[in-house]
């Protein structure tokens, strides 16, 4: 039980890092301009849509 307890742990402080990189590499690519964005496959509005921050902590 207590192997589990700490995978789950591990796993749940793993989904909560990728989920603030990729807040903070929405927050990069909205600084960049419509057609490099368009160039990207993604538009600002669907940046927006995910989430995104400006600092990494």
């Not at 990189?21 to 960049?32: E, I, K, M, P, T």
């Not at 368009?38 to 600002?44: E, I, N």
């Amino acid at each position: 039980m207590a192997n589990s307890f700490f995978r789950n742990a591990f796993q749940r402080v793993v989904e909560a890092r990728e989920r603030q990189a990729s807040r903070y590499v929405n927050g990069a690519l909205l600084s960049l301009d419509d057609e490099t964005l368009k160039g990207l496959g993604t538009s600002r509005e669907e940046l927006r849509r995910k989430g995104a921050s400006s600092y990494v902590f």
